[in-house]
Nanobody, 126 residues
Framework: QVQLVESGGGLVQAGGSLRLSCAASGRTISSYAMGWFRQAPGKEREFVATIDWSGAITSYVDSVQGRFTSSRDNSNAEGTVYLQMNSLKPEDTAVYYC?????????????????WGQGTQVTVSS
């Protein structure tokens, strides 16, 4: 079993930055692909970013490309994944979730992920 805990969400003005963290416990995530997803009220959960097991390959949804960066640290405890969010916009407001996929290769599909965190709220005011 893998437990994932997100942190770093909050309220920020448009144009500001936040850094989300996703800490794993119970089992190392060093060989797993990780994803970031978000869900706004009344909308389906959507893909935001994914990073492969090594951290060398990342992918982003078009709406955050150039503003968000995903990274990971496989050297600490069970591993941590980060999402640096810059130039935030009101439309980025959502609950952000990290997820683990029990294979090294990344995916943009919600159903490909096996473990999920509880989510952290990000609110961007205009």
């Amino acid at each position: 079993q893998v437990q994932l805990v997100e942190s770093g969400g909050g309220l920020v003005q448009a144009g500001g930055s936040l850094r989300l963290s996703c800490a794993a416990s119970g089992r190392t995530i060093s060989s797993y692909a990780m994803g970031w997803f978000r869900q706004a009220p009344g909308k389906e959960r959507e893909f935001v970013a994914t990073i492969d097991w090594s951290g060398a390959i990342t992918s982003y949804v078009d709406s955050v490309q150039g503003r968000f960066t995903s990274s990971r640290d496989n050297s600490n405890a069970e591993g941590t994944v980060y999402l640096q969010m810059n130039s935030l916009k009101p439309e980025d407001t959502a609950v952000y979730y990290c997820a683990a996929r029990l294979v090294p290769r990344s995916s943009t599909t919600v159903s490909d992920y096996d473990y999920w965190g509880q989510g952290t709220q990000v609110t961007v005011s205009s």
